[in-house]
């Protein structure tokens, strides 16, 4: 869900929040750690090896979690100042993950990319294509807003033209 708000009559920020993805790939997770339980439990007869199987399963998934949540991002951030783009990813933990400031005279281009990837489509079912704001600078290619579609692209990019006056 993507959000336009103006702070101070000087700053707009556009967020997109990414709370209901998430929620599929912690169910996701969950269930990556019932089957392959179930499936030991009736498959493997010695008591001593469903222990050792089992403890594994569970190590190797409160691993991934805490992974997981330590670096998935639940909101993207682009704050559009008088003469700079700040680009922020927040963690579940209200941590900012990612912080860069681009100037405005370090822009050089602002284009919308589609690139192949296995994620959750807002359907409910999995998609192949990822769609991203880009905007390449002298020395760099930075990404913003996974999952946007052209239309949030299209109104994102006015916002910034008529701020920025690029």
């Not at 190590?59 to 003469?83: A, P, Q």
Request: proline residues 1%; glycine residues 4%.
């Amino acid at each position: 869900m993507m959000k336009i708000e103006t702070v101070n009559n000087k700053e707009i920020v556009i967020s997109i929040d990414h709370h209901k993805y998430i929620k599929k790939t912690k169910i996701s997770l969950l269930l990556w750690l019932i089957l392959p339980s179930i499936m030991i439990i009736l498959n493997v007869t010695p008591f001593f090896l469903l222990i050792i199987a089992e403890l594994f399963i569970l190590v190797t998934f409160i691993i991934s979690y805490y992974h997981f949540k330590k670096y998935n991002i639940i909101l993207e951030k682009l704050i559009v100042k008088e003469n700079s783009l700040v680009i922020q990813n927040i963690n579940n933990d209200e941590k900012i993950i990612f912080n860069e400031e681009i100037k405005i005279d370090e822009i050089k281009e602002i284009f919308f990319k589609d690139e192949l990837g296995v994620y959750f489509s807002r359907g409910g079912g999995l998609g192949d294509k990822r769609k991203f704001l880009k905007i390449k600078t002298s020395y760099k290619v930075f990404s913003f807003g996974i999952l946007i579609e052209n239309e949030d692209y299209k109104k994102i990019r006015a916002v910034i033209k008529e701020k920025l006056k690029i």
